[in-house]
C-alpha cells in the first residue's frame, strides 16, 4: 500500500491533484463520529495511548524476567527467606513480583494461581479492546469514503445542469479522493497498528504464561537446575514462535537440552534426606 501511494504521488504531473481537503474531512470526521458513537472516550484515549507503542521498539525483557526467576528460586531452594524478601524489592517486573511475594506470604499455589490467571485476562481483555478499536477505524474509514464519493457523484449531477463544469470536476475529484482517503487510511495506517498491537499482546500473555510457570516451580521448592533448563527451554521455543526467526535448534541442541531438564527432574524428584546426604 505505501509503495501504490508512492507511485500515484510520481505518476501525477501535480502531487497537489491528490490532495482535497473536503474530501479528506468527510473520511476523517466520519471516522472519528462513528467511533464516537461506538467506543466511550476513554477507551478510545487508551486506544491512542497505546498506539503510541506500536512506534518505538518496546522491550518485553523476557530474558531479565527468566533470570531473576532463577535467582528467587535458588535462595527459596537454600531456605534464605530474608535474602529472598530483600531480592523482592529489586524485581522490575510487577506480575512476577506479585508472584514471588505470594509465595512468600505461604499461599498455595492454587490461589496464586487463580489471582494470575485473573491479571493475565484482565490485560488479555483490555489490549484486545484497544486493538478492536483500530479494527473497526479499518473498517469505518472506506465506508465513509464511500459516503463522500456519494455526496461527490450528486454534486456533480447536480452541476451537471448548471453546466458549471469546473464545479462538476471539482465535484468528481472529491468523488475519487474519498474513497482513495478511506482506502488509505484503513490498510496503512488502521489495520498495521491493530496488528501490531495484537501482536504485542500475543507477546506479553506469552511471558505472563512463563511466569507463572516459574512461580509454581518456585512455589514447590523445584531444584534451581530444574527451573533454568525449564525456563530456558520455554524462553528457546517461545522466542522462535514469536519472531520467527528461521532460526532452529540443531538435533544435538534438542538432545542436550532434554538431557540436560531430565537429569534436573531426576534430582529434583529425589527425598531431601539424599540431596543433603550427597551434599
Known amino acids: 500500500m505505501t509503495s501504490v501511494t508512492v507511485a500515484l504521488f510520481f505518476a501525477s504531473a501535480d502531487a497537489s491533484h491528490l490532495v482535497n481537503l473536503p474530501g479528506l474531512a468527510i473520511v476523517l470526521t466520519g471516522t472519528a463520529a462513528a467511533a464516537f458513537i461506538a467506543y466511550p472516550l476513554r477507551e478510545i484515549g487508551q486506544a491512542m495511548l497505546a498506539a ?33 524478601g530483600k531480592k523482592l524489592v529489586h524485581i522490575r517486573n510487577p506480575f512476577l513480583r506479585t508472584g514471588v511475594q505470594l509465595v512468600l506470604d505461604g499461599e ?22 484497544e486493538a478492536g478499536v483500530f479494527r473497526d477505524l479499518a473498517g469505518f474509514a472506506p465506508a465513509f469514503g464511500m459516503v463522500g464519493t456519494v455526496i461527490g457523484l450528486i454534486t456533480m449531477l447536480v ?17 475519487l479522493l474519498t474513497t482513495l482517503y478511506g ?7 488502521f489495520k498495521p497498528i ?86
Do not use: C
Not at 52 to 68: I, P, Q, T
Not at 108 to 129: D, Q, S
Not at 183 to 189: C, D, F, G, I, T
Open 194 to 279: 491493530a496488528i501490531k498491537l495484537e501482536r504485542r499482546t500475543e507477546a506479553r500473555i506469552v511471558m505472563m504464561g512463563m511466569i507463572i510457570e516459574g512461580v509454581r516451580l518456585i512455589s514447590e521448592r523445584r531444584q534451581p537446575s530444574l527451573v533454568k533448563a525449564t525456563l530456558y527451554s520455554f524462553l528457546v521455543q517461545h522466542q522462535d514462535e514469536l519472531h520467527d526467526t528461521g532460526s532452529k535448534l540443531t538435533d544435538d541442541e534438542i538432545y542436550a537440552q532434554q538431557a540436560h531438564l531430565n537429569t534436573a527432574k531426576s534430582h529434583s524428584d529425589l527425598p531431601k534426606e539424599s540431596v543433603r546426604d550427597n551434599r
Open 108 to 129: 498455595g499455589f492454587e490461589n496464586i494461581l487463580e489471582l494470575l490467571t485473573w491479571r493475565l485476562n484482565r490485560l488479555k481483555a483490555r489490549e484486545r479492546n
Open 183 to 189: 482506502m488509505l487510511l484503513a490498510h496503512l495506517v
Open 52 to 84: 503510541g507503542k506500536v512506534f518505538r521498539n518496546e522491550r518485553m525483557h523476557l530474558e531479565d524476567d527468566v533470570e531473576e526467576i532463577i535467582r528467587v528460586s535458588r535462595l527459596w531452594y537454600k531456605g534464605e527467606l530474608q535474602d529472598t
Open 159 to 175: 452541476q451537471l445542469g448548471n453546466q458549471d463544469f469546473t464545479q462538476m470536476a471539482m465535484a468528481m475529484a472529491v468523488a
